[in-house]
Every structure is written in C-alpha cells, then in structure tokens.
C-alpha cells in the first residue's frame, strides 16, 4: 500500500501496521484491558445519525472555530502525545509542520520527543503542553515555568492518569523506554529492519521535557511505571486550582468524564476542558467520551469551552461532536499512525482528508460555517442523550 493510496483512518492503520515493529504498533494501537472502551468511543458516534438540510445555498463553508481564545482555521486540533520520535525519526517536528499548514492548534507532551521550546521558536500555530501531574511538587512548579518562559498558550493537565492503565498487549512485548524487551518483542524489531535503521541513524532518542529530572541511563522504565511511581494519585482539586492560579493564562484539564468535574473545573478558573477518557488506555469500561458530552455541554458548555478526543476517525464524527456543543475535536491516533506510515506527507495526507471530508460534509448538511451546526442536525437511536 502506497501513501496515495491512503483514503482514510484504516487504510493508515494499516500502513502503519505494516512499517512499525509490532511493539511500537501495540502501544500505539492498544488500550487497557479488553479494549471495550477504545471501541466505544468510535461505535457511540454510529449510534447519532445526522439530519442534512438541503437547498440552503451553501456557496462557501467557514471551517474557523475559536477555542480558548486562540482561532484555529479548521474545528481539530493534534492532540500531544508521547514517544513520538519512536513512531518515525521526525516525530512532533513533521507534526508541527503539518499543523502549521492547516493553522491548527498543537504542542508537546511531558514525555514528548522533542522540546517544547523548539516547537514554540520554530512555529506560530496556538501551542499546547500537555502536563502531567508528578510527586515531587518542585519539578511540576519548574516545569509550569519552563512552560511560560516558552510561550506556551495553554497548558493542558491530564488528570485521568495519576496511574497507569493496564495495557496488555505492552506487557506481553516487555515494551519499555530505553528498549528492554521480551524475546517475543526482539523478534518483531527484526522483522522491520528499516525502522531500526531510521531509528539508530538518526539523533538519539530523548525526553527533553523529563531528561533533567529523571534518570533512565540506567535501565528501562516502562511507560506504565512512569504513571505508577513518578506521577502522583493524591492529586486533588485544590492542587489543580493552585496550579491554574500559578499559571496565570489559559488552562485545560484532559480527561473530564462527568459534569460534576466539568463544574469543578469551572469553579476554579479553568478555561477548558476535553472530555476524554485517554483513548481507552486508562479505565476499561468507563463511558465513551461522545456517549458523555452532551451531559457535560448542558451543565458547563456557557461557561467553559468543552473539547472532546477519542475514537474520531471521520470528518462527520467531527460534525456530531460539534453538533452537540464541543467547540473542536482533538485527534491522536487519527495522525500518529500517518506520522508513522509516512512522516510528515502522511500527517499532511491525512489531516487534508479531515479537512475535505467536514468541507463535503458540511455542504450536505447545509451549514455554510460551525456556528450553524446545532443538536436540530442530530437524532439519537438511543433516547438518553
């Protein structure tokens, strides 16, 4: 399979599927325990069905959204993720470079691949940090300053993983950051050897966000036991008001899965929230984050913009989303495994396919701009939206 021909989310799955070793591909592509929640995020947007209206003149389509603030010319956004470097030798580089075309929004990951100040000199486009919450209170101050000192617009916490989630398919490769696998796991790089000659030919792999507070020279650390002994579960609310008064701009929680939390976030300051649930890779069973947005749109929507990620494979997954109240949409997957298939061409290949699926759809439904999309476009075969 060429990148041309790449139509859509499975066919770069597939590609990718084909280039990474199967350790790397797992981590990307697995959750927690039996992925029951990886495959409802995408399965709750089948059971919306959209309702167009026709003869509505729809000459041109503004595609623009605001959100928290910073204007994006299309309503997604690419989600910080970590280890990107491991997925292709570009990593958040080729990323950031397929954003700034499309004037999106993005940003680094705490355990991102390259630095967050790179990304914050070498592009103009709205940047993200997307935080995680550690024991030592020292380091999480140094790096809300480190953050600032760069220009970083909005700092994104995650707080849905003060542990880590149970990701099997990791466990039965032994993946792990430096590489310390199974004898399974060593199998499978042998059988990609290109990766590897990416890989090792290139710069060294790095956490630029962690290197000076966390020490991996002298073995492996498994991404789950990051969550488990650096991040922190006492992590409470006032915790994250004292951060969010710290920060002093635009700051977003990840990971809000009830309206309760939706208002705890508003009463603290907070000018965003993502309803998500980490791609399934945390709390297996929990709701899918469309099934949730609604709930959380009616309690919070007019006093905090609401964002939602996971499970979003088209461009009319975006549309529904929208259509219920989140003010963008935020992919993962949906890039990492073009950016792993192909580099920048492939997040460039598939994010224009994002753009001209919601400009088709849009026309069909005769909305000539977001702002004219509504729950009117929308019905639900369950009735408990």
């Not at 480190?146 to 990791?170: F, P």
Request: glycine fraction near 10%; proline fraction near 3%.
């Amino acid at each position: 399979m060429r990148l041309n021909h790449c139509f859509n989310y499975h066919d770069f799955r597939e590609l990718a599927r084909r280039r990474l070793p199967a350790p790397i591909f797992n981590y990307i592509d697995g959750a927690a325990d039996d992925e029951t929640t990886y495959r409802r995020n995408t399965a709750a947007f089948e059971e919306c069905d959209l309702v167009p209206n026709v003869l509505s003149g729809v000459e041109h389509v503004d595609l623009s959204v605001v959100v928290m603030g910073q204007k994006l010319e299309v309503p997604f956004y690419c989600s910080p993720t970590a280890l990107q470097r491991l997925f292709h030798h570009q990593g958040e580089r080729a990323v950031a470079q397929a954003v700034q075309k499309f004037g999106t929004m993005f940003g680094v990951s705490s355990l991102g691949t390259v630095s967050l100040e790179e990304i914050s000199s070498s592009f103009s486009f709205p940047q993200v940090y997307q935080f995680y919450f550690h024991k030592d209170r020292g380091l999480n101050k140094a790096m809300l300053e480190r953050a600032q000192a760069a220009g970083v617009q909005i700092m994104m916490l995650t707080v849905d993983s003060i542990t880590g989630g149970n990701r099997e398919r990791d466990l039965r490769t032994g993946f792990s950051i430096p590489f310390r696998l199974t004898l399974e796991g060593m199998i499978q790089f042998a059988f990609k050897p290109k990766w590897a000659i990416d890989y090792f030919t290139h710069e060294k792999f790095r956490l630029p966000q962690l290197e000076q507070h966390v020490v991996m020279s002298g073995g492996a650390t498994s991404i789950g036991d990051y969550f488990t002994n650096m991040l922190d579960p006492s992590m409470n609310w006032q915790d994250v008001a004292e951060m969010v008064k710290h920060w002093q701009g635009k700051f977003c929680l990840k990971g809000i899965m009830s309206a309760e939390d939706a208002r705890r976030a508003v009463d603290i300051g907070c000018a965003g929230i993502v309803v998500s649930n980490h791609g399934g890779r945390q709390l297996d069973g929990s709701r899918g984050s469309f099934d949730q947005l609604a709930e959380i749109v009616d309690a919070v929507g007019d006093k905090i913009d609401v964002l939602l990620d996971g499970g979003v494979h088209r461009g009319t997954h975006v549309l529904k989303a929208l259509s219920l109240g989140a003010k963008a949409v935020g992919l993962g997957r949906f890039y990492l495994f073009p950016l792993a298939a192909a580099g920048r061409p492939g997040v460039e290949r598939a994010l224009g396919l994002m753009r001209t699926e919601i400009e088709r759809d849009m026309r069909l439904m005769g909305c000539g701009s977001i702002a004219r999309l509504s729950r009117a476009n929308l019905r639900f075969r369950n009735s408990s939206h």
